[in-house]
């Protein structure tokens, strides 16, 4: 289920003299399975734009079509789209409200008019998938700790069983065992179901371990797009619209600095240490 934008741009408060531009002529496409990283400062446009995706909000101008269906067309039906959209917003949890996490996560299932079998199935099988102990389906949704609120959030989302999806922030306010966890379940989710998944994060290291695709904003507009090493490699222009690199791209970049002949597309610890491992190797060789 690809999507393509096409031009789109957004106008908060159009017509009046509060009229701010937050997004502007906003183009690129992805492919069915990709994982793609939306990085960018606060006001940036990260969450205008993927509010675009399932049709939240409409673009002042522009086309944006889902499996080639325009979801800015007057006539299209949202609510299909959106069943196959699942957009995750930030802070996730502040929405929970039912009695009980079984509830919380039957929702939008529920919502979508199936059976009572076939939600108790898909409310276990999304607890199963995010990592939550069926044994807190009747706990209360509010006794829990954060990293597992947010797991329920994901859950209700995965319980639709959608085609993409797209997660604001998924880690903010999070400890860092919370991160790390709520982060490796989003990778297993992407690689075992297939689906497309975007991330938005202002994390560079998250973004760098996990998509394969990068859409960099910037005041409204895309600043830079491509692959992580592509993206990373521009550290320069990343630094001057305030965003930088991962640390180990630093690491790897006062290195080489010195003297010491690290590639500038290194992402990982594991990368940086063996090229590393090889100078070090060869300068005892000489």
């Known amino acids: 289920m690809p999507i393509k934008v096409e031009n789109v741009n957004f106008i908060y408060n159009e017509g009046t003299p509060y009229a701010t531009v937050a997004l502007e002529n906003i183009t690129f496409e992805i492919q069915d399975e990709e994982f793609v990283g939306i990085i960018g400062h606060t006001g940036s446009g990260k969450s205008t734009l993927i509010q675009h995706l399932n049709g939240l909000l ?18 299209v039906n949202l609510k299909e789209i959106r ?3 699942g957009l995750v917003f930030q802070y996730p949890e502040y929405q929970l409200f039912e009695e009980t996490v079984f509830k919380d996560i039957a929702f939008g299932p529920t919502n979508l008019g199936l059976n009572e079998e076939e939600i108790k199935k898909r409310v276990y099988e999304a607890m199963d998938i995010v990592g939550i102990n069926r044994e807190l389906a009747d706990k209360s949704p509010f006794e829990i700790s954060g990293g597992q609120k947010r797991r329920i959030a994901i859950a209700g ?3 639709m069983k959608p085609k993409i999806l797209i997660l604001d922030e ?13 982060l490796n379940r989003i990778k297993e989710i992407h690689d075992k179901y297939k689906m497309i ?17 990068i859409i960099v904003m910037n005041k409204g507009r895309i600043e830079l797009m491509g692959t992580p090493r592509e993206v990373f490699s521009e550290a320069e222009m990343l630094e001057k619209i305030g965003l930088g690199v991962p640390q180990i791209t630093s690491l790897a970049r006062e290195l080489r600095q010195r003297g010491i002949p690290i590639p500038q597309d290194v992402l990982t610890i594991e990368e940086a240490k063996e090229h590393i491992v090889r100078y070090l190797r060869g300068t005892k060789n000489v």
């Not at 998924?170 to 709520?182: C, F, H, R, V, W």
């Open 58 to 75: 409409k673009p002042t101008s522009g086309k944006i079509y889902i499996n080639g269906i325009d979801i800015t067309d007057k006539k």
């Open 83 to 85: 069943k196959q959209v």
């Open 157 to 159: 989302i995965l319980a």
């Open 170 to 182: 998924p880690t903010a306010g999070l400890d860092p065992k919370g991160k790390e966890e709520i």
């Open 197 to 213: 998944t975007i991330l938005v994060s202002h994390s560079m290291e998250e973004i760098a371990r996990f998509a394969n695709k």
